[in-house]
């Protein structure tokens, strides 16, 4: 399960009006190798759903993960935020042994 917090849910509606064309509705939060620490995460809006997705609904989010990033997510909070130390999402996962200093990227 991911949990997105009320300001995430509200820049992820904000975006969907602005970047997500008709149909790609759906969050899609992955993770593929690289960054600082080896993993990276990735948001996209999706319209398509997979067999090997995982479809999970949060304050009102739907949000569809594949199985390879699904054992890295699991109990992982997505926030937003815009205050002094910088603007964006922030993935808040308890799986993660330590984070890069930009919180982009992490390792197990």
Same mark, same amino acid.
């Given at each position: 399960?991911?949990t997105v917090t009320e300001k995430a849910k509200n820049r992820i509606e904000e975006l969907k009006q602005v970047e997500a064309p008709a149909g790609k509705r759906h969050?899609?939060?992955?993770?593929?190798?690289?960054?600082? !620490?080896?993993?990276?995460? %990735?948001?996209?809006?999706?319209?398509?759903?997979? =067999?090997?997705?995982?479809?999970?609904?949060?304050?009102?989010?739907?949000?569809?993960? =594949?199985?390879?990033?699904?054992?890295?997510?699991?109990?992982?909070?997505?926030?937003? !935020? =815009?205050?002094? %130390?910088?603007?964006?999402?922030?993935?808040?996962?308890?799986?993660?042994?330590?984070?890069?200093?930009?919180?982009?990227?992490?390792?197990?």
């Open positions: 399960m991911i969050l899609r939060v992955s993770v593929t190798g690289g960054g600082c !620490s080896g993993l990276m995460y %990735n948001l996209s809006f999706d319209e398509k759903i997979l =067999d090997s997705d995982e479809i999970f609904e949060d304050n009102q989010v739907k949000i569809l993960v =594949d199985k390879k990033s699904l054992l890295y997510l699991l109990g992982t909070t997505l926030d937003f !935020s =815009d205050g002094l %130390n910088g603007k964006g999402f922030q993935f808040i996962n308890p799986n993660a042994s330590r984070t890069c200093g930009c919180g982009e990227s992490f390792a197990v």
